[in-house]
């Protein structure tokens, strides 16, 4: 019974990390040019050893239903677009 009261727990952890990115993500696209240009932005320097981590704006649009950036931008700056895109995600 202890397992499965973690395990709730893990999930509820898991779907709240994932509203809140969500909210912030469509917030920072639709308010904030500054943050946007950070994150669109590529690092100079080396590239890491071995194999590429899931980068999070790929991971915010594949939560958000959207098959690239530019679509998950897109829905973003619809808000009745995006609020629904995370409520379906329930």
């Not at 308010?31 to 080396?46: C, D, M, P, R």
């Not at 950036?69 to 629904?84: G, Q």
Request: overall charge positive.
């Amino acid at each position: 019974m202890k397992f499965f009261k973690g395990r709730k727990k893990e999930r509820l952890l898991l779907k709240n990390l994932k509203n809140r990115r969500h909210s912030w993500i469509g917030h920072t696209v639709r308010h904030n040019e500054f943050v946007i240009k950070i994150l669109e932005g590529a690092i100079s320097g080396k590239k890491a050893v071995g194999r590429p981590r899931l980068q999070y704006l790929k991971q915010v649009a594949r939560n958000a239903g959207a098959d690239s950036y530019a679509a998950m931008k897109r829905m973003a700056c619809n808000n009745s677009r995006w609020k629904a895109a995370n409520q379906s995600k329930d």
